[in-house]
């Protein structure tokens, strides 16, 4: 196996949440579709992983987290949808405060999911007002900082709204014996690492010439 097949990249991360069970602590009707959609014997955790790259373009290591979906279809287990890199807009802090930010380690690493829960959307009218998840989850950056990030509309992306609720929700499913996904996941996080350390190297040349 190489670097990529064998997943050793991908570890650590969040604790993941049961959408089954996040599902059933609301009894909105708006959740009846994803509801009466799950397959009877499967079960779907989400969370955050977070893979370390080395040498991929910026620093001698970028972490960042990944978005995981793992599925439990009777008694079969698979990652049903990972991500690549998410950078989540979040400033990144250079590891060594007098250098830039691809000297050594750049890194956003995922601690915990602090709360998900699911409510009507308070920014809308009474009579339109739809039902809305909220996440915030923590992270550290430098392993300096520990910040809450929150997220709105994740359930609802995954699970109602894009090409992958489709997969999701699927009665029959395959790739439980692969890793193609994460094969693929980490491949393209790799890319976003180049990409991140090529536009960093632009930026910072632009602001040595404007100095």
């Known amino acids: 196996?190489?670097?990529?097949?064998?997943?050793?990249?991908?570890?650590?991360?969040?604790?993941?949440?049961?959408?089954?069970q996040l599902l059933h602590q609301y009894d909105y009707p708006e959740l009846n579709s994803i509801k009466d959609l799950i397959p009877n014997g499967r079960e779907y955790w989400v969370g955050f992983a977070r893979a370390s790259l080395k040498n991929?373009?910026?620093?001698?290591?970028?972490?960042?987290?990944?978005?995981?979906?793992?599925?439990?279809?009777?008694?079969?287990?698979?990652?049903?949808?990972?991500?690549?890199?998410?950078?989540?807009g979040i400033e990144i802090l250079p590891w060594y405060l007098d250098k830039g930010l691809c000297e050594h380690y750049n890194l956003i690493i995922p601690n915990g999911i602090s709360s998900w829960t699911i409510e009507k959307d308070l920014h809308q009218k009474e009579k339109d007002k739809q039902v809305m998840d909220y996440m915030a989850f923590t992270i550290s950056r430098r392993?300096?900082?520990?910040?809450v990030v929150y997220v709105k509309g994740l359930l609802k992306a995954l699970f109602t709204d894009s090409s992958s609720s489709k997969h999701l929700l699927a009665?029959?499913?395959?790739?439980?014996?692969?890793?193609?996904?994460?094969?693929?996941?980490?491949?393209?996080?790799?890319k976003f690492c180049k990409i991140y350390g090529e536009t960093f190297k632009i930026d910072q040349e632009q602001e040595d010439k404007e100095n």
């Open 56 to 88: 991929c373009g910026c620093g001698s290591r970028m972490y960042r987290p990944n978005l995981i979906v793992l599925m439990k279809d009777g008694k079969n287990y698979k990652f049903a949808y990972v991500s690549s890199f998410v950078g989540l």
């Open 143 to 147: 392993d300096a900082t520990v910040d």
């Open 171 to 190: 009665v029959e499913q395959t790739g439980f014996k692969s890793v193609t996904n994460v094969d693929c996941a980490l491949k393209n996080s790799e």
């Open 1 to 20: 196996m190489d670097d990529y097949e064998d997943a050793g990249v991908l570890h650590g991360g969040t604790e993941l949440i049961n959408i089954n």
